[in-house]
């Protein structure tokens, strides 16, 4: 068994809000279940988090509340809302 894990930035802290950036780190090297890429190879692969689960990855983390905020009132450092989801692959023996 083989370990998936994907990272999505959505666009607010709730679940059905929109990707806005993706990273899948993929442990099966490929020989798992397959990412939807109806928008390309360079679109998240759900276009929310809410979309991730009912295709049956399961919520690792959540964001944080809260993020800091400039002199300017700018959002500073990385993106604010990062889900992090994982999927458990079962592959073939050999």
Known sequence: MRQ?????????????????????YDGAKGKGLALPSAKGPEAPPYSTGLAALEDGWC?????????????????????????????RVELAPG
Do not use: T
């Open 4 to 24: 998936q894990l994907l990272y999505l930035w959505l666009a607010e802290s709730a679940l059905d809000a929109e990707a806005v950036a993706w990273a899948l």
């Open 59 to 87: 919520l690792l983390q959540a964001p944080q509340a809260g993020a800091p905020v400039g002199p300017d009132g700018a959002r500073l450092g990385e993106l604010q809302f990062q889900f992090i989801f994982e999927r």
